[in-house]
């Protein structure tokens, strides 16, 4: 750090250097006129105004300095990378362990507070409800209903069957919370295969939304469609379809080619769907195009696998399952055109998919 007051007493022990006797001979060479004499005599600056000059000349060169440094290191600051917020909200998601049970897990969206939600390996499927204070899960016995649970884990209660024959694994939150989207089949009768929806508060209120073996995936965010997959005839890889219905069970409609895989999210814009395609994820526009996202920096590779995506709440980011192609499958998140990425979970021995982004 410069001590000016140093510089200072420094500068007034130097002789003030009389700078006027070079330009007083150049001048007395060109023989100036008499004016020019008086005006050059009488602007002789004392010697004692020389040293205050000296003074502000010190202090102006250190403060020259000082904002020097000052613009480097503002400089070096706005050159520095800022490191992008954590992800917010919670992961609901689903883990099999290496002898194939099944455990549901709530954690941070950064990974971090993973925590058990339910002590029973007959429940499947978590999915947040629109307020983040419960959620719905499939359970699993002589017939499958739907439950709810509270996000601390507490409350958890299966439905009573709303049908004395037809399964009905109930999870897919309406956008006001008011009703739960079914995925339902009879195995006595197959003419009973499709969607329906329940009250959410109950399971209650069976009404019936499509035919066929069907599967919910996501409701439009204003609750006027369902996006859902139909099981096409064949044990191929292509036997399923994205296809979109009205709330009201209208106006089924396909979109996109065959091929897609169990599971699809709406985005929170309404724009587009997302879903994944042999091992890749897709975003589907609302006119059936299709556009591939490319993960991470190399896009992923043959031997990758990524699957089961679902937005975030805000429509920023994905969660999904990915296989980096060593055979473990663990949550990732990125930004929705495939980059940021960001490992969740790394489980050796311990697969975890089916992962449900909520507040």
């Not at 949550?331 to 050796?348: E, F, H, I, K």
């Amino acid at each position: 750090m410069v001590d000016l007051k140093e510089r200072f007493e420094e500068a007034d022990r130097i002789p003030a250097p009389d700078l006027w006797q070079p330009i007083q001979r150049k001048v007395a060479a060109r023989e100036p006129s008499s004016a020019l004499r008086v005006v050059r005599s009488s602007t002789i600056v004392p010697a004692r105004h020389r040293a205050t000059a000296r003074k502000l000349l010190t202090i102006a060169a250190a403060l020259l300095v000082a904002a020097v440094a000052f613009g480097l290191i503002v400089r070096a600051f706005r050159s520095t990378s800022v490191p992008a917020a954590a992800p917010g909200g919670h992961l609901a998601y689903e883990a099999k362990d290496r002898n194939g049970n099944l455990h549901l897990f709530l954690a941070n969206a950064d990974g971090s507070d993973t925590r058990p939600l339910l002590p029973y390996s007959a429940v499947e499927q978590p999915k947040w409800s629109p307020d983040g204070a419960h959620l719905s899960v499939a359970v699993n016995g002589i017939q499958v209903v739907g439950g709810l649970v509270d996000a601390d884990g507490a409350g958890f209660h299966a439905f009573s069957p709303p049908d004395a024959t037809l399964n009905a694994a109930c999870v897919f939150w309406s956008p006001d919370g008011a009703r739960l989207a079914c995925e339902a089949w009879d195995g006595e009768h197959p003419d009973r295969h499709g969607i329906y929806t329940v009250r959410a508060s109950d399971g209650q209120d069976l009404r019936r939304m499509t035919t066929g073996l069907d599967t919910p995936c996501a409701w439009s965010p204003d609750g006027t469609r369902l996006a859902f997959l139909r099981h096409q005839p064949g044990d191929g890889p292509d036997r399923f379809g994205l296809m979109v219905v009205g709330a009201d069970g209208t106006g089924p409609s396909r979109l996109g080619p065959a091929g897609v895989a169990l599971a699809c999210d709406w985005s929170p814009d309404g724009r587009t769907i997302l879903t994944e395609r042999h091992g890749s994820l897709f975003l589907v526009g609302l006119d059936g195009s299709m556009s591939k996202i490319r993960i991470g920096s190399s896009g992923g590779s043959a031997r990758t696998w990524a699957s089961g995506a679902s937005f975030s709440p805000d429509g920023t980011r994905i969660v999904f399952s990915f296989d980096r192609g060593d055979g473990q499958t663990d949550l990732y998140t990125m930004r929705v055109d495939g980059s940021d990425l960001r490992q969740v979970t790394d489980t050796v021995g311990d697969d975890e998919w089916v992962a449900d982004w909520g507040p």
